[in-house]
């Protein structure tokens, strides 16, 4: 074989395999990262009872409950405001998975053992990562948890689209880096967005008023978001979720 000819077939078969990752492959390729030279942490357990609980009603809606996008992530997803998910979330099939207190590594185990075991969802929505800074991971370890996560989607559902959201803003931990830290995350895991199969989106900004900062009248913590802080995101969640549906 002449080395042009098996230079050309090398590269057909990597972008075969860049177009059509199977749940079989030990790895999916992504446009972004590695962040870290240490990698992600291992997936683990919580030992919370509610985490527990709910992880198992996780386990059992996937599997029971018809949906066409599963909503995955933290307190941040598990107690979105349930008047506006149910005008906005609900007509869309959207399943919540989120889990108060979830890091990327808790979200990892979930994906391992029973979250994704249903018939597969066509889209995905991953919100994650803000606990990891919650308890000091410098912003490239919480960045490289979120890569973590979207390879094992990709392993695990192919033929899935994922919406990934940039994380929120926050001024509840006394640290004046916080702010500069979600910034950091969502500069890192923007560049995973590859404008098909995994959208970027930072929604942040429809939090904050015009000052920049966040009102005690949408945020009584500085971190969790009553149904004004929801239904500012919802218009355009809806119209990214739409996106993500259309043709299918």
């Given at each position: 074989?002449?080395?042009?000819?098996?230079?050309?077939?090398?590269?057909?078969?990597?972008?075969?395999?860049?177009?059509?990752?199977?749940?079989?492959?030990?790895?999916?390729?992504l446009p972004c990262g590695p962040?870290?030279?240490?990698?992600?942490?291992?997936?683990?357990?919580?030992?919370?009872?509610?985490?527990?609980?709910?992880?198992?009603?996780?386990?059992?809606?996937?599997?029971?409950?018809?949906?066409?996008?599963?909503?995955?992530?933290?307190?941040?997803?598990?107690?979105?405001?349930?008047?506006?998910?149910?005008?906005?979330?609900?007509?869309?099939?959207?399943?919540?998975?989120?889990?108060?207190?979830?890091?990327?590594?808790?979200?990892?185990?979930?994906?391992?053992?029973?979250?994704?075991?249903?018939?597969?969802?066509?889209?995905?929505?991953?919100?994650?990562?803000?606990?990891?800074?919650?308890?000091?991971?410098?912003?490239?370890?919480?960045?490289?948890?979120?890569?973590a996560n979207l390879l094992k989607?990709?392993?695990?559902?192919?033929?899935?689209?994922?919406?990934?959201?940039?994380?929120?803003?926050?001024?509840?931990?006394?640290?004046?880096?916080?702010?500069?830290?979600?910034?950091?995350?969502?500069?890192?895991?923007?560049?995973?967005?590859?404008?098909?199969?995994?959208?970027?989106?930072?929604?942040?900004?429809?939090?904050?008023?015009?000052?920049?900062?966040?009102?005690?009248?949408?945020?009584?913590?500085?971190?969790?978001?009553?149904?004004?802080?929801?239904?500012?995101?919802?218009?355009?969640?809806?119209?990214?979720?739409?996106?993500?549906?259309?043709?299918?």
């Amino acid at each position: 074989m002449k080395t042009g000819t098996g230079i050309a077939l090398a590269g057909l078969l990597a972008l075969s395999l860049w177009c059509r990752a199977t749940p079989g492959d030990a790895q999916s390729p992504l446009p972004c990262g590695p962040f870290t030279q240490e990698g992600p942490g291992p997936p683990v357990p919580r030992k919370n009872a509610h985490a527990l609980a709910r992880f198992e009603q996780i386990n059992a809606a996937v599997k029971t409950q018809p949906h066409r996008v599963l909503f995955l992530g933290d307190s941040l997803t598990e107690h979105f405001d349930p008047g506006v998910w149910q005008d906005h979330m609900m007509p869309r099939g959207v399943l919540n998975a989120g889990i108060s207190g979830d890091r990327t590594d808790h979200l990892r185990w979930r994906l391992e053992h029973g979250n994704l075991d249903g018939p597969p969802p066509q889209a995905v929505v991953l919100l994650i990562g803000t606990n990891d800074l919650g308890q000091e991971d410098p912003p490239e370890v919480a960045a490289e948890g979120i890569r973590a996560n979207l390879l094992k989607l990709r392993q695990r559902l192919p033929g899935a689209d994922i919406l990934l959201l940039g994380l929120w803003p926050r001024e509840d931990v006394p640290r004046i880096v916080q702010r500069h830290e979600v910034a950091a995350v969502n500069a890192l895991i923007g560049t995973c967005g590859d404008g098909t199969r995994i959208r970027y989106a930072d929604l942040g900004r429809l939090l904050l008023e015009p000052d920049g900062r966040l009102a005690p009248q949408i945020s009584a913590d500085r971190l969790h978001f009553n149904a004004q802080g929801y239904a500012r995101l919802a218009p355009s969640l809806d119209g990214l979720i739409d996106q993500l549906l259309a043709g299918r």
